[in-house]
């Protein structure tokens, strides 16, 4: 769960990794529900023997004792308990490999359908739908009481951890306080750590079992500490909120995160549609939203010609792959979707998975596999050079925004080019142009 879960860009590119680590040993309150059971290892604070450790290296490891002392005797003050603030963060570890992926900036980035092929492949489509029927009842009843489709939330479900088989093992309190150590976002990791710890104190989960990925989202559809406290739900009724274990708590408390965050109840995430001929490709744009009703006076059209949702509002027109790909009209819905993971091709991701988890169709139109998607280098030169040409994108910072799109447009329209804001590499070529 990507705003949920930082470690993840607000762009439609993805970075994982998988890092291997010691876990706490057997644990008071193992999960309830195993479908994918947290393994069990050495206790958190346990390594080989250190035989020759450089001083460099000594230093290091006393500058996070003090760190960690440091934050406990603010956690402290927070009110954990001295029994939460042992069993959390007496022997707990630097893991060197987290700072490491934290750091890291994929260069090489995937165009929507790229990331749309492995995230909606049929092997994912028909294992979701075994799944599905595994877990009908408990999603079902996380649908009826907060009106997000059991469909939904098994797609986030297979897109956050494959159905439960990985959500990661790496001890969340290591990893939280590895990052608030090292200092890049040590406010940020301290504030997860401190709702990492109250998680512990409720007795939600114990320290051995609390794991996840390597920024310190947790369980089978990756809540951040501080999500856990405002969104996880018991909804088994056992007193504890497992969403490592449960898959009564885990589709609930993902139905919760959804409902409370704009998802709609009468409303579909979207539909792909049909765009008339001479549409304006700048009212394609978030600025710019409306009914169903009055995207079909414009001349939108649902691919089979049927009318477009009646109960589709406040809906913009996204076109995830630039003028010569597919459209959609997306409402409150999706926008939902774009709160667990702030990126298009994520909640188109669970949008269209979630479709064909209930037989329903895959993308119509056709992508243009011909275009070459830009590396990271490559859209900070777009945007240096569009912001040098008078066409502002703000910092060039690699990532595509708002601004950075506006200023496409603009300089598009400069050419006579349809003005869809998407970053080519043909463009990038006409930028750099003599």
């Known amino acids: 769960m990507h705003p949920l879960n930082s470690h993840f860009t607000p762009a439609a ?129 996380a649908a009826a009481r907060y009106g997000v489709p059991a469909t939904i939330l098994v797609a986030i479900w297979g897109m956050e951890s494959n159905y439960g088989s990985n959500y990661g093992n790496i001890p969340t309190i290591d990893a939280l306080a590895t990052l608030g150590f090292e200092g890049r976002r040590e406010e940020w990791a301290r504030g997860q750590l401190l709702a990492a710890l109250k998680i512990l104190q409720n007795g939600d989960i114990d320290r051995a079992h609390m794991i996840g990925s390597w920024a310190g989202a947790m369980g089978q559809t ?6 856990f406290l405002a969104y996880a739900v018991d909804a088994d009724g056992d007193g504890r909120r497992d969403i490592w274990g449960s898959m009564a708590d885990v589709l609930a408390s993902t139905a919760n995160f959804l409902a409370r965050s704009g998802w709609q109840a009468d409303q579909p995430w979207g539909v792909e549609v049909q765009l008339p001929s001479g549409f304006d490709l700048a009212r394609a744009d978030a600025s710019v939203r409306q009914t169903a009703a009055q995207w079909e006076a414009e001349g939108l059209r649902s691919m089979d010609g049927a009318p477009l949702p009646a109960t589709l509002t406040n809906a913009e027109v996204l076109l995830p792959a630039g003028a010569r790909g597919p459209a959609f009209l997306i409402g409150p819905s999706f926008r939902s979707i ?97």
């Open 222 to 227: 990756q809540f951040l500490p501080s999500n």
């Open 338 to 434: 774009l709160r667990y993971n702030n990126s298009n091709s994520y909640a188109l991701g669970v949008s269209l998975l979630a479709q064909r988890l209930g037989n329903g169709p895959g993308v119509v139109a056709s992508w243009p596999r011909d275009l070459q998607a830009l590396t990271r280098s490559q859209l900070i030169t777009l945007q240096t050079s569009l912001n040098t040409r008078g066409f502002p994108t703000g910092k060039p910072d690699g990532m595509m925004g708002p601004a950075t799109r506006e200023g496409i447009r603009g300089y598009q329209r400069s050419l006579g080019l349809p003005a869809d804001g998407y970053p080519s590499v043909e463009l990038l070529q006409r930028l750099q142009a003599p």
């Open 13 to 141: 590119w993805l970075v994982s990794a998988a890092l291997v680590a010691t876990l706490a040993g057997c644990a008071s309150a193992p999960p309830k529900t195993a479908a994918a059971p947290a393994p069990a290892a050495s206790a958190p604070g346990s390594a080989a023997p250190n035989t020759a450790v450089a001083p460099e290296a000594v230093a290091q490891q006393k500058d996070f004792a003090r760190w960690v002392e440091d934050f406990r005797a603010s956690a402290r003050a927070a009110g954990i308990q001295e029994s939460t603030l042992k069993a959390a963060l007496d022997g707990v570890r630097e893991l060197p490999r987290v700072v490491e992926l934290d750091r890291a900036q994929p260069e090489f980035t995937r165009s929507v359908w790229d990331y749309l092929d492995t995230a909606v492949s049929p092997q994912r489509v028909q294992r979701g739908q075994d799944k599905l029927l595994q877990v009908r009842a408990e999603a079902d009843a």
